[in-house]
């Protein structure tokens, strides 16, 4: 009867911080929402002024071309579903850093001081590394992929130039009346592909500060990074062949940013073993046969890299 007592005792008092740890993420997700939803408002007031800066690389390309900067409505709520779209957005990107503090308020708690140390700059660099990945795709590969889609139009002949045209291809049989080929795009299609380009670098820029975070935790090596270099060149150019839009240039940029990453990945993984080495020599915990075994796996790496 004391043991049950005792079980049942022990159960609640286990019991107690599970509910406290549920209730504090519970305030922590309903001040992330709120600020999300403020954000939103504040995205929706200047939704015009927002989408027009996202159209700045499509407008530029189309002026260069002597075009009028033109995008259409093909259904009467898609305008209205644009400004949600980008709402949506700048609510996430306005409400992302007191969204980070909250999820930082929340873990910190249960991480040793060290821990803290080593999350932290993590959690500081993956915004920044986004948004570099966003600005890249934004004012580099973007227009080159929009100067690259314009490039399929085609300028159409006059009447009195096609009825000329129609003379001499009936006369000779060797030139036929020329078809214009002109964008009009779709203010929905436009904003799903710049936003798509935008996600698709920023994400994708987050592979050194993952690959760099699972290093410090002994997730991955330097030496097994490298060694898995021909399989990481597959899975690079898959993931490029997916997320990016059917056109050879794209896709040859986005490989070779995320292919450099990799390679950057490694150096930081191959830091980050050197500096825990150093530390474990100086608390006298490092052994011959570890460093014998890091000198191996790096010899394999080398080789398979090869």
């Not at 000779?172 to 592909?193: H, P, W």
């Not at 150019?237 to 490694?266: H, K, M, N, R, W």
Request: charged share 20%.
């Amino acid at each position: 009867m004391a043991n049950e007592t005792g079980i049942e005792d022990e159960v609640e008092q286990s019991a107690a911080p599970l509910i406290e740890h549920l209730a504090e993420l519970r305030s922590r997700l309903i001040k992330s929402v709120i600020a999300f939803l403020i954000g939103m408002v504040i995205a929706f007031s200047f939704w015009n002024p927002i989408f027009n800066f996202l159209t700045q690389p499509i407008c530029d390309a189309l002026v260069a071309r002597g075009q009028e900067c033109n995008l259409i409505l093909i259904k009467l709520q898609e305008g209205f579903f644009v400004a949600i779209r980008i709402s949506l957005l700048g609510g996430f990107v306005l409400a992302f850093p007191y969204i980070a503090y909250q999820l930082w308020r929340f873990v910190a708690p249960g991480l040793y001081r060290n821990e803290k140390q080593a999350f932290l700059p993590f959690l500081i660099a993956s915004p920044i590394m986004f948004l570099l990945g966003a600005t890249f795709a934004f004012y580099v590969v973007i227009p080159m992929a929009f100067n690259f889609f314009l490039g399929f139009q085609q300028t159409g002949l006059m009447p009195q130039e096609a009825a000329e045209g129609a003379q001499v291809a009936k006369g000779a049989g060797d030139r036929l009346a020329e078809v214009g080929i002109t964008f009009q795009g779709s203010v929905m299609e436009y904003l799903n592909l710049t936003i798509k380009f935008i996600l698709a670098f920023g994400l994708t820029f987050q592979l050194p500060v993952l690959l760099t975070l699972m290093g410090k935790a002994g997730l991955v090596t330097a030496a097994g990074l490298a060694s898995v270099r021909k399989y990481a060149i597959v899975a690079i150019l898959t993931l490029a062949a997916i997320v990016t839009p059917p056109d050879v240039i794209t896709q040859v940029i986005l490989f070779s940013v995320v292919y450099g990453l990799y390679e950057v990945s490694i150096i930081l993984v191959r830091r980050v073993e050197k500096k825990r080495e150093e530390q474990l020599r100086a608390e006298g915990l490092w052994f011959e046969d570890d460093e014998d075994e890091g000198d191996t796996a790096a010899e394999q790496g080398g080789d398979d890299g090869r």
